[in-house]
């Protein structure tokens, strides 16, 4: 006797942060370990912010349920914080706080689509939007967004993928993996051909607070209408080094919302009190301490360029922005997993194969170059420019 497992769980692929974090373990280099897999900000917390959780937990005022949708000032704060960054319309009850921003992405989709729909993505893709889509049985159709000249996907290719079964685009803007920064009037036009085919655009926004905020992202919340189509995802996990905290957030038309509270009232009651907690202080408290780390990751985004352009130059960066490198990689003849284990076997560098992130992925890797400072990076890119597969 075994279990029975649901066999759209079991087909897909296991999780690749975790998968990847094996290969490092057979490094043979003598050398220090480099880990560029994952996008996690390589700094602590604000110490005020993590001063202000630890008060919170000790005054009993972060151990109890929150509101399904989360703290009413937090939903007041973020909406006034999106209106003012958007110079749009955003109200307190379009805001749901989740745990995470995966989290918001998973309730988006249950809220939009059944087994059987579809859901487009842009290719490369974020691996967790398609194991999620894999696991509900939601087939995945695919826009390219990678060329020779580009990483960005193109609003006219979106019809010719979408049938009477597709729910909705997905869109992440600064991208994960490519770190491409989707101008604002390519999201217009997504929006306005996501209004004509009648489905849903999801921007996840994760990264946004990585971009200069002297103009906005995008127009979308300034327009009347935004409510109908629009929902956008955000994560509190990069802008305040907060990753464990599970925080996040879902931006939607009243429709939306009223479907995403039954979903989080089933999955995790709330988010986490003393995440919301810490959200709320970085919102109310941390502009200037964001802006700083907008300035280092903006920093590092140069020294990767410049350390490529000196030790690595046979490496081409084809995108990069926010957090992440997306390049591609010299070794004709290898695939993209192999040359990313070789580099961790050989080199004690994690980055991730482009094959983790969809198909025709394989002459790329990607590199989350926010992890580790400039100097990391100089000798990240020696060992990556000498690197020599084995036949
Ligand atoms: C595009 C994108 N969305 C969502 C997430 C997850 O965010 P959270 O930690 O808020 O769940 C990540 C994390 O790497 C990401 O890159």
Not at 19 to 28: D, F, Y
Not at 147 to 166: G, H, I, K, N, W
Not at 204 to 221: G, M, Q, R, V
Not at 275 to 300: C, P, S, T, V, Y
């Amino acid at each position: 006797m075994t279990y029975h497992l649901n066999s759209s769980v079991g087909k897909v692929s296991a999780p690749p942060i975790a998968e990847s974090a094996a290969w490092l373990e057979g490094n043979s280099s003598n050398l220090p370990a480099i880990n560029l897999s994952q996008a996690v900000p390589s700094y602590l917390p604000a110490p005020e912010l993590a001063d202000y959780v630890a008060k919170c937990i000790k005054d009993g005022s972060a151990n109890l349920y929150t509101d399904i949708l989360g703290l009413p000032d937090l939903r007041e704060a973020l909406a006034a914080h999106m209106s003012s960054a958007y110079r749009g319309t955003v109200n307190a009850s379009d805001v749901a706080i989740t745990a995470g921003c995966n989290q918001a992405f998973c309730a988006a989709v249950l809220a939009l689509a059944r087994p059987g729909d579809n859901i487009v993505l842009a290719a490369p893709w974020y691996f967790n939007n398609q194991m999620w889509l894999e696991m509900q049985g939601i087939e995945v159709r695919a826009i390219p967004a990678i060329d020779e000249t580009d990483a960005l996907p193109r609003p006219q290719d979106l019809a010719s993928v979408c049938d009477e079964r597709t729910r909705a685009m997905v869109l992440i803007s600064p991208n994960n993996p490519t770190g491409a920064v989707y101008p604002p009037e390519l999201l217009d036009a997504f929006f306005d051909t996501c209004q004509t085919l009648q489905i849903a655009l999801l921007v996840d926004e994760t990264y946004k607070d990585f971009l200069d905020p002297a103009s906005p992202p995008h127009n979308l919340f300034g327009r009347e209408n935004w409510g109908e189509t629009l929902v956008q995802l955000y994560s509190f996990s990069k802008v305040y080094a907060l990753t464990g905290a599970r925080v996040g957030s879902l931006i939607a038309g009243p429709q939306m919302i009223e479907a995403v509270e039954k979903i989080i009232d089933c999955v995790a009651i709330c988010a986490p009190h003393t995440g919301q907690k810490a959200a709320l202080f970085g919102l109310q408290n941390l502009d200037g301490w964001k802006r700083e780390k907008r300035l280092i990751m903006a920093d590092r985004l140069q020294a990767m360029k410049a350390a490529f352009a000196a030790h690595a130059a046979n490496y081409r960066i084809v995108s990069a922005g926010a957090f992440f490198a997306y390049l591609s990689h010299p070794y004709v003849n290898h695939d993209a997993r192999a040359v990313a284990m070789g580099l961790a076997q050989h080199c004690g560098v994690l980055t991730l194969p482009g094959s983790m992130f969809g198909p025709e992925q394989d002459g790329y890797l990607r590199l989350a170059f926010a992890n580790v400072d400039a100097s990391a990076m100089e000798e990240a890119a020696r060992r990556l420019g000498d690197y020599q597969p084995r036949a």
